[in-house]
């Protein structure tokens, strides 16, 4: 049978490569034999432990099967249960600890007091997860045989019909997962125009169950390529791993409701970085300024039109031959770029700039050369530097676990950004670190290197360099055919093949690990290199850096944009899925889109509903495409008007954004999230995709259809206000029309039962906006009462220590109180509070101080 369903593909291969990966409704198809339980099963009031072994004869479908297998399983804290499938010789790839240190087990644990519970079957062996207290199935592997073989994993899980599931990004598709025929594929791709239905530039294999009951997480620690299917069967639905490497590595989170499975997330990959307060104002950024006269007068155009800009960015523009760390002597020269950046921030405003992993092959420029000496670079097999095609031309790529990679570039970014006599930019850029290679092979540039790039000293002859704190087991097995795999997952690059428009998966890397293995942590790996360097350049500040690619826990390290959109509105529409899927599912809360779009020519309308949609977003930053025309929003009268209508009002609401960023890295809550995390049991959230919470109590419904000036908002059962009239709004869990919304108009209702921090006024600048006193705005819940929260410091410290406040307000229909902890100083006040209810708007004004807690009645 599995003959001759391998042939029938072989017909198709020229045509239909997709056919090649899985069937997925049909996963006895290999006749695989499973595993079952070898010997005794050890069991502590914490954890299970057990070996398992081939229940019959290797099937080998993709490399050979693994004949001895271990399972561990440990309650790892009463939320979080972690299952480990991988071989008995643990040769196999395991992610390095360095790149993503593994959560501890909490040993207190007891399987008595956890809420899920592991049960399996011996033979053949399986297993599943249930709720403890109500004994609901959760994941269940019966049914399907666990296949592990040395280039192939795979494992199924059945699910019952009702369930919603999200995540398993980055994607551009709904943001609840298609229940049948859907493929989602891990590897990290430069993906122009973001298609549907493929890889992007990011791997998060983390799923959210949502069910009336309950919702539950699903993650796979595995950074190989993998296809995940869904699907539909006779009696239920599944979910299907496909991973061509690596082990079965999984943590369960309980939630039971949504946020909490958030936080369960975000704890066990690493909780999101603080960012800068000025990291929240609105940024300008544009491919093809053609010299920094240019850039000046961008600058002086936001001035001009009264839109604030926060910060300027620097494309690739400013480069010498496209090569990193050398600003163009003509078109940037060095004295004159200083002086601009400081002129900027003599302006409380702020720079950013661009570097790209592919460093300009040429012994001739320093970067290279310090590199090469250190060792900095990936090989080839013969012997050279692995060599591609980038921005700088042929170039290489640095090979982050070798030894001195670190330093390597610790030392680049020092050289170039240090302040005392270098661009003091406040933040890095990093792009292509998929990594993206505009070379199918290595011989863009001919069999040999058109430069030299001898390595000094001499590299052995065995790729397989052992450094000596290479780690000793994991490192992946030996004899696999790295570079075409015989399961193809649905990789979109040209001809589905891995190694398509990226470096060869068949590289070695320092540690003795493999590209096979480790390239979707590529564009991790860049952004914690990066990260490490900026906090040696600068000990006390939080570092800024931006990354096109990311893997689970890259929010720890970085911010992330969702690449090379265009300016069309569909793509409007997915910056509100994608930015969700970051933020609420990922423990990425600092996202955005390319704001009015970056392929193809921004249109008025769009820019002008896309403005109001950024300002509600957590990264907000205008972008474009060397091909794009200008798309400032100073360009158009209508973009001018709303945005600096939406910019007003992002600023006035910045502490309230900047608190639930600090709750994003202290707990893991979500910066905005679907409508469902709030209302989990009404069932009609969970498919709505073009309304958000920003924050907790911010519903944001804007106009993202092309030619409307109405809206169709979804508001459940719960008392809302409309934030710009104060307007009370009962939801009736009913579709509401909002009509004639303006063009500078965006619905925004607060949530009863939500306090919600303003600034009396926003300003130029994020500094401007720190000046600026409070009016705090409680809106009354359905009982009369509300909350909300509010943190200061000052915006810019790695760690605030006691120089933060960290305050709670409440309200219980006659008294608004203030209280917390307050260690920073400030000389703002609280002037106004309005209490927004069913008998309408009091408001109660005074000069009530920040550094003590108060109480009034109103
Ligand atoms: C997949 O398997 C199902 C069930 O065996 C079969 O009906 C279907 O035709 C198969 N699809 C493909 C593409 O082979
Ligand atoms: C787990 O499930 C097994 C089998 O149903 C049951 O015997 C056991 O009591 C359960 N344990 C807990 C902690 O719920
Ligand atoms: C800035 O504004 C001036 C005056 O409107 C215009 O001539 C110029 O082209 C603008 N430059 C840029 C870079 O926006
Ligand atoms: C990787 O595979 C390709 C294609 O077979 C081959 O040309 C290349 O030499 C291999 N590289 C290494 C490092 O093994
Ligand atoms: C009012 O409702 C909120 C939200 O449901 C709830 O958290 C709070 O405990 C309630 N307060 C009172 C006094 O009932
Ligand atoms: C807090 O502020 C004080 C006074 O400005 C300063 O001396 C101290 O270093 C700060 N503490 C931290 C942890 O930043
Ligand atoms: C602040 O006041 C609220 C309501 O009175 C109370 O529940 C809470 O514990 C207080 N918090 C602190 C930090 O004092
Ligand atoms: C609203 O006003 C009515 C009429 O004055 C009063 O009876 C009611 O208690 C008020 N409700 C609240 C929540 O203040
Ligand atoms: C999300 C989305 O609409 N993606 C589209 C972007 O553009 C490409 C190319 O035009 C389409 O293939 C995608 O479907």
């Known amino acids: 049978m599995a003959v001759l369903w391998l042939s029938a593909v ?116 399986t297993f599943k997860v249930t709720r403890a207290a109500t004994g609901e199935v959760l994941f269940n592997t019966a049914g399907s045989p666990l296949i592990f073989e040395s280039q192939y994993v795979h494992l199924r899980t059945s699910l019952p019909r009702n369930v919603n599931l999200y995540g398993l990004g980055e994607h551009s598709d709904s943001f609840r997962l298609p229940d049948s025929n859907y493929k989602r594929t891990m590897w990290n791709s430069e993906s122009p125009f973001i298609p549907q239905n493929s890889n992007l530039y990011g791997t998060h294999p983390v799923y959210y169950d949502h069910r009336t009951t309950g919702t539950h997480g699903v993650f796979l620690l595995n950074a190989n390529g993998m296809d995940i299917d869904l699907g539909r069967t006779d009696t239920g639905r599944y979910l299907e791993y496909n991973t061509i490497g690596g082990i079965l590595d999984f943590y369960f989170f309980t939630g039971p409701d949504p946020a909490t499975v958030s936080e369960q997330y975000a704890l066990t990959v690493g909780l999101p970085a603080m960012m800068p307060y000025w990291a929240l104002g609105f940024h300008q950024c544009k491919y093809g300024w053609k010299d920094l006269d240019h850039v000046k007068e961008v600058v002086a155009n936001y001035s001009a039109a009264g839109i604030p800009l926060e910060t300027m960015w620097g494309d690739i523009d400013y480069m010498d031959k496209r090569r990193d760390f050398t600003p163009d002597p003509a078109r940037f020269p060095l004295d004159r770029y200083k002086d601009f950046i400081n002129s900027l921030h003599r302006n409380n405003q702020h720079y950013v700039m661009i570097l790209d992993p592919g460093i300009a092959n040429d012994p001739s420029y320093p970067t290279f050369s310090r590199g090469a000496q250190k060792g900095a670079f990936l090989r080839a097999d013969d012997g050279f530097f692995y060599r591609g095609r980038q921005w700088a031309g042929e170039v290489v790529w640095p090979d982050w ?87 193809h997952i649905a990789n979109h690059a040209k001809d589905h093949s891995l190694s398509g428009g990226t470096l060869y998966t068949n590289i070695t890397n320092a540690d003795g690990t493999t590209q096979y293995d480790t390239h979707n942590l590529y564009g991790h790996l860049t952004a914690l290199a990066t990260r490490t360097a900026l906090l040696t350049l600068h000990p006390r500040l939080r570092p800024f850096i931006l990354t096109r690619s990311t893997f689970s826990g890259t929010g720890s390290l970085a911010t992330h944009w969702f690449g090379d959109n265009a300016s069309t509105w569909p793509h409007l529409r997915a910056s509100i899925t994608q930015m969700l899927s970051f933020t609420a599912l990922h423990a990425m809360p600092m996202v955005g889109s390319d704001v009015c779009g970056f392929n193809l020519a921004a249109k ?11 300002a509600f977003q957590p990264f907000y930053r205008n972008h474009a495409d060397i091909t794009a025309p200008d798309q400032e929003f100073y360009r158009w009268e209508l973009v001018t008007r709303a945005a600096k209508r939406a910019i007003e009002t992002r600023y006035r609401l910045l502490d309230y954004v900047y608190t639930a960023l600090y709750k994003a890295s202290e707990t893991g809550r979500p910066i905005a999230s679907p409508l ?36 169709e908002m979804y508001l459940p059962e719960d008392v809302f206000y409309d934030f710009w009239t104060g ?76 120089n933060k406040s960290v305050i709670e307000f409440s309200w219980d229909g006659e008294w608004f109180v203030m209280n917390g902890t307050f260690g920073f100083e400030t000389t703002v006040v609280v002037e106004r509070v309005k209490v927004t209810g069913v008998n309408g708007t009091r408001v109660e004004e005074g000069s009530w101080g920040l550094n003590a807690g108060f109480k009034v009645q109103i």
Request: with cysteine.
């Open 10 to 125: 072989l017909l198709v291969l020229g045509t239909v490569p997709l056919v090649l990966s899985a069937n997925s409704s049909d996963p006895d198809r290999y006749g695989c034999p499973g595993y079952e339980v070898d010997g005794e099963v050890t069991a502590s009031r914490n954890s299970l432990n057990a070996n398992l072994k081939l229940a019959g004869d290797a099937c080998n479908i993709h490399g050979t099967d693994i004949s001895r297998l271990k399972l561990t399983v440990e309650y790892q804290t009463d939320l979080r249960l972690h299952v480990k499938i991988e071989d008995a010789d643990s040769q196999v790839y395991q992610i390095q600890d360095q790149v993503l240190p593994r959560p501890p087990s909490a040993s207190i644990t007891t399987t008595d007091t956890a809420w899920l519970n592991f049960t399996y079957t011996t033979k053949p062996f």
């Open 401 to 487: 676990f070798a030894p001195d990679t670190q330093t390597w570039w610790t030392d680049e970014i020092q050289l170039t950004f240090d302040p005392s006599h270098g661009l003091p930019v406040d933040g890095l850029w990093v792009d292509m670190d998929e990594a993206s290679n505009m070379c199918d092979n290595t011989l863009c540039f001919g069999e040999k290197p058109t430069l030299t790039s001898a390595p000094t000293p001499t590299p052995p002859k065995n790729h397989r360099r052992n450094y000596p704190q290479a780690p000793k087991f994991h490192q992946g097995l030996p004899n696999r055919n790295l570079f075409t795999p015989s399961y």
């Open 604 to 614: 008025e309308h769009l820019c002008t509903r896309w403005a109001m949609v950024g």
């Open 676 to 711: 469902w995390f709030a209302w989990p049991g009404d069932e009609a959230t969970y498919a709505v995709e073009r309304q958000w919470l920003w924050g907790e109590y911010l519903l944001v419904s804007p106009v993202v259809e092309e030619g409307s000036m109405q809206v």
């Open 727 to 802: 307007e009370r709004v009962q939801g009736g869990g009913k579709v509401v029309v909002m009509v004639d919304v303006g063009w500078d108009e965006i619905p925004v209702h607060v949530r009863g039962g939500g306090i919600v921090p303003m600034r009396v006024r926003g300003g130029m600048t994020t500094e401007e906006v720190r000046r600026e006193n409070f009016e705090i705005l409680v809106a009354e819940g359905l009982n009369g009462t509300a909350k909300g929260e509010l943190y200061l410091d000052d915006g810019v410290s790695l760690e605030a220590g006691r």
